[in-house]
């Protein structure tokens, strides 16, 4: 299958000049999205780790049935005031602004190995503060895997010192 059929580029969102790689045709299709999820488990099937970590709002759709399939922890990564016990935060920035993400303190125990699942690898920013956030909690983020990555933007040069996958790039 030819996964790259289901991105449509969409020209100036969220603002002018940036072109959107839009994964919806990827989702509307159960063949394309059974596709995705078996080539994820087999990535990382061979990787030692305890929980899959998905970022707000995409990484839920990739991370939660990864992990409900590897029989692994799926952890959420928010944007502030959604998670309701005592948060980590951070604050970064994006290829088009800045961000704030949490997670529950108690999300990560201590030594957890942990996956980050995401759509789009862009400039690795959320990456890398996902990251963050797994070191204050006292987990180890031993891999990262995308849908797709925007590899003329270079994300992997903030990535450098863990395992970065992704099925696409651009």
Do not use: W
């Not at 961000?99 to 108690?106: P, R, Y």
């Not at 180890?140 to 995308?146: C, K, N, S």
Request: glycine share 8%; charged share 30%; aromatic share 10%.
């Amino acid at each position: 299958m030819n996964i790259n059929d289901y991105v449509r580029d969409i020209p100036d969102f969220p603002k002018k000049g940036i072109i959107f790689k839009d994964i919806t045709p990827a989702l509307k299709s159960p063949e394309a999205f059974k596709y995705i999820i078996d080539k994820f488990e087999s990535t990382v099937k061979d990787i030692d780790f305890d929980v899959i970590i998905g970022p707000e709002s995409r990484g839920f759709i990739f991370g939660a049935p990864l992990a409900y399939k590897m029989g692994k922890e799926f952890v959420p990564v928010r944007k502030p005031g959604k998670l309701p016990s005592e948060k980590v935060s951070i604050s970064y920035e994006l290829e088009y602004g800045s961000a704030t993400l949490e997670m529950h303190k108690d999300a990560i125990s201590k030594g957890q190995k942990v996956i980050i699942v995401d759509d789009i690898l862009a400039t690795g920013g959320t990456t890398e503060a996902i990251i963050e956030l797994v070191k204050r909690c006292g987990g180890e983020v031993v891999a990262t895997l995308f849908f797709a990555e925007l590899a003329f933007l270079n994300p992997r040069e903030k990535l450098q010192n863990v395992l970065v996958e992704s099925l696409i790039q651009f």
